[in-house]
């Protein structure tokens, strides 16, 4: 079987998902269903066991477990902390009350934001400059880990290295604007 | 008031300049949406958490230094008339909506009008610059000064994955949305554009019809800008915007100058008869009249027509909307009396020049 969601690789996971008695059934490649994770509520730093513990916690013999409709309530129960908007009233206004409720509902806002922009969901722009020094360092240390797997890739271990101690003096300086 | 007076105070300073690629593109516009940390949206927010807002940004604003920007003016939408704010509308300098319902809101302009700035509009700050022709990177760099200099005095509400997070999720991430104005004749005229648009909304771009009274496109004016925010960095999306732009700016160059070459009398002939018809209509709707404007354009554009400034499409197209025809002729007017007030005010504004017959050479 093939999977509904990209329809290229072999489906792999299979959930029931139940919301208000209507079943539906998903079939998805792991890559996918990583994905879809993102739109989980409770898990901001993605894990795939978070995920599928949610997920497979549906109980086969009734298909109507009660851990994929336990997750469907928490998402139509997903309210903003500080404003007091709630997720549903996110979807039907297609405005956010405040900064915070893109924290509160973060976990399923990518695919939104995915939609909306051409299937990007990460910033890569201006950084405002007083809040943005940790910022910048952050994202050039990225870029220079990106740069060192490409050294070790072309089994280029000289350059890796060197790129290796870019990243630690980064890193200090890091960790020395955080302890401001 | 005479026209000349009237004239001069309606039109924003900076249109009255000529700039880069003119023939063609009327004006850029980059505009920035910013929020504040730690302050509710304002379009979920109370009167009084928008007072709130208002007065922190007002504080920490108006009491700076203005090195940086230049003297700013502070027009609160309370103390505004309708027909002002309206004015405000049609200049481009704050929404409709904006205009119809601000509550708490205000208006921020420098002298010339490139910067201004909305306060509680969808979003708490939303910055904007025009410029005259085709400017993107100045624009943007005349933006970013004004954002750098905000952000010294309030905290924004930035998420290093998100960016700058925005009321409506179609803005965060850079909160930019550059623009650029192109009098596209030619390739409406050869029906090139209804092919062309396609391809360039298939490259995230979008472009808009200027619209007038009703709904219908008009004036052959397009507006193009950029769709997403996120992902891409101001530079790319000025840089994606800037690409495709030029293309159109070289493809209406070419088909001017086609038509030109292959139809100069039918050309000339069109140019006058619509030069005939603004000169002296007694009722011309809006349509009509931002149809033969474009044309009117053109045939300056291509030298069939001389002694008309150049820029009398664009400060037309702006004096011909009700509320410059209701401030112009002094007192509201219906549908009717503004078909009539627009006639009599291109009919005296092209008194002002001086027409002579073009020799046809670009
Ligand atoms: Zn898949
Ligand atoms: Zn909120």
Redesign the pocket.
Known sequence: MQCQECNQRQATLHFTKIVNAEKTEMHLCEVCAKEKGDEFPGSNSYSIHDLLSGLLNVDPSTGSGAGYSQKVQNEYALQ?P??R?HYKDFINNSR???S??YQ?FSAKLDPILKRVHGGNHTHTGKIPKRQGGRLKLQREISSLKTKMQEHIDREEFEYAAEVRDKIRELQEAKEKEEGQ | MSLEQFISNAISPWMKNPGPDDDIVMSTRIRLARNLEDFPFPSSTSQDAARALYKHVYERLSQTSKEMVGKLIWLPMDGLSTIEKTVLVEKHLTSPQFAKESKQGAVVLNNDETISMMVNEEDHLRIQCLSPGFQLSEGYKSADKLDDWIESHVTYAFDEKKGYLTSCPTNVGTGMRASVMMHLPALVTTQQLNRILPAVSQLGLVVRGIYGEGSEARGNLFQISNQMTLGKSEEDIIEELRGVVLQLIERERNTRRELLKHNQLQLADQVHRSYGILANSRIIESKEAGNHLSTLRLGIDLDLIRGIEGNILNELMVLIQPAFLQQFAEQELTADGRDERRATLIRERLKLENIQDGGGET
């Open positions: 903003c500080k404003c908007m956010f009350g405040c915070y409720c509160a």
